[in-house]
């Protein structure tokens, strides 16, 4: 799901990321608590993994990415006949993608508590999309300066600076070979 983060940005794919993290811990255990009298031997278990983030993202991927290559292909000359035009052919780029969450939803776990945490990811992802809480997809995490962070190294860079100067003015970096006197 790069391409989603390339699309939005690293602050606001983190933010994303958070807030899909702290719905999904609340919500799942409720949905799960509310079906699990109508399942058979009551079978209910919270499934391990980022299941949920990833049906969120899934939701995002479809509405953020194209979801089609169209190719024209030239009329034939029995099309060219019959006066038709050209033909129109669409390649879907998503379809193994969206396979292969059906099937983890579906296949990888028992299933209701898999295809649960998916249906939940995916509507939260939704909410996110269609901002039913306008302030909950406006948040963003707090910019910070990753200087401020780091701790500081008891070498500043003018001493490095001078340091690389005068390895390169005695010739370390640059002979290849040795002078032999």
């Known amino acids: 799901m790069g391409s989603v983060e390339r699309v939005w940005g ?5 933010s994303f990321i958070l807030v899909v993290f702290a719905s999904v811990e609340l919500s799942v255990p409720l949905m799960l608590s509310l079906v699990k009298p109508m399942l058979p031997y009551g079978r209910a278990y ?7 983030l990833i049906f969120a993202l899934l939701v995002q991927y479809y509405h953020e990415i194209p979801r089609t ?25 998503k379809v193994a993608l969206f396979l292969m969450a059906v099937k983890m939803a579906l296949l990888s ?24 809480f306008p302030r909950l997809s406006d948040w963003r995490i707090p910019p ?6 780091l701790p500081r190294t008891t070498q500043d860079g003018a001493a490095r600076r ?5 390895k390169r003015s005695s010739g370390r970096y640059f002979r290849r070979h040795p002078v032999r006197r």
């Open 69 to 93: 290559r169209e190719y024209m292909e030239r009329p034939s000359p029995v099309q060219r006949q019959r006066n038709q035009s050209s033909i129109k052919l669409s390649r879907f780029k």
């Open 162 to 166: 001078a340091r690389r100067r005068r």
């Open 46 to 52: 919270l499934p391990t993994g980022p299941r949920a």
């Open 109 to 132: 776990d028992p299933f209701p508590s898999a295809a649960i945490t998916g249906v939940v990811g995916g509507l939260i992802g939704y909410v996110w999309r269609i901002r039913l």
């Open 144 to 149: 910070f300066d990753i200087k401020n962070v």
């Open 10 to 14: 690293s602050r606001k794919f983190l």
